[in-house]
């Protein structure tokens, strides 16, 4: 019978705890807009990097990176967010977004 008492003790602790977190509400963040916005391209990574890159981070991230960056340190950018952050983007898009930003961002800009 004692044994019976703890088990109904812990679940009333458990239910009162439970009910306590339920009490205070729902909290919500407001970020700030974002100011700045990925450069419209046709190329096919410009769709990939606004479902990937942006959902994290500002476009404006992009503009604090070197405009003389060429390929290799773009492709190294990409892999790091997917590996190190966890970044949701396939394999397959890696080249795709890696060409959308060098040719947008880095030194493949078109003159």
Not at 26 to 40: M, R, S
Not at 45 to 70: D, F, I, R, W
Not at 73 to 95: G, L, N, Q, S
Request: aromatic share 8%.
């Amino acid at each position: 019978m004692k044994a019976k008492a703890i088990l109904v003790g812990s679940f009333s602790a458990v239910a009162i705890a439970l009910s306590a977190g339920a009490s205070a509400g729902v909290k919500t963040i407001q970020l700030p807009p974002d100011g700045v916005q990925l450069k419209p391209s046709p190329l096919p990574g410009y769709a990939k990097a606004q479902a990937n890159c942006v959902a994290c981070h500002s476009a404006e991230y992009m503009l604090y990176q070197p405009p003389t960056a060429a390929r290799p340190y773009w492709e190294a950018m990409v892999k790091r967010m997917k590996a190190v952050f966890k970044a949701p983007i396939e394999d397959t898009d890696v080249p795709v977004i890696v060409d959308y930003l060098v040719k947008t961002y880095g030194n493949e800009q078109a003159k």
